[in-house]
């Protein structure tokens, strides 16, 4: 399984469940990257979406309490292992869990180089960047016109 995210160097992702910012070239990447493959993804980023499956994927939206018409919804993640090659596409919690669960081999983790100011109230979404310590890094793609960089990382390998 692999992840793709779009943070700043805060470790943010999302704020009252949209992204803080809006990049079209990072956007661009994100839909070449996951094209034709599953995506995962929890409620509140599908809901973040309008409900709305993403075009030419397989949508699998991880959810005990709800249901959607257009997308596979699956109770748990250990069910992904009916979608091998699935790529995690958020939020927070689901990061985690997949990571947690030592599931990712690979994440494509775009940081963008935005300061967000963070108002009294506001839902913040995290991603969890203490999971990093078990990947390194293997590529580097740094775009200045767009203040990011796109950062790929493999699991280490195990001493098991």
Same mark, same amino acid.
């Given at each position: ?59 699998? /939206? %991880?959810?005990? @309490?709800?249901?959607?018409? !257009?997308?596979? =919804? ?6 992904? &292992?009916? #979608? ?19 599931? /990712? %081999?690979?994440? @494509?983790?775009?940081?963008? !180089?935005?300061? =967000? ?6 839902? &913040?979404? #995290? ?34």
């Amino acid at each position: 399984m692999k992840c793709i995210a779009c943070m700043n160097k805060q470790g943010i992702i999302g704020i009252d469940n949209q992204l803080p910012w809006h990049i079209p070239s990072d956007l661009k990447h994100f839909k070449e990257y996951t094209m034709g493959s599953t995506v995962v993804m929890g409620r509140k980023t599908f809901e973040s979406m309008g409900s709305n499956p993403l075009p030419g994927r397989t949508n699998v /939206v %991880l959810s005990t @309490c709800f249901e959607f018409d !257009d997308a596979c =919804v699956l109770g748990n993640m250990e069910e992904l &292992v009916k #979608y091998p090659g699935a790529i995690v596409i958020g939020g927070e919690q689901i990061y985690r869990q997949a990571l947690d669960l030592d599931l /990712v %081999l690979e994440i @494509c983790l775009t940081l963008v !180089d935005r300061e =967000v100011r963070l108002k009294e109230g506001q839902y &913040v979404a #995290y991603f969890p960047v203490e999971c990093l310590k078990d990947f390194e890094e293997v590529k580097r793609t740094e775009n200045s016109e767009d203040g990011y960089d796109i950062i790929w990382y493999k699991k280490k390998e195990s001493n098991d």
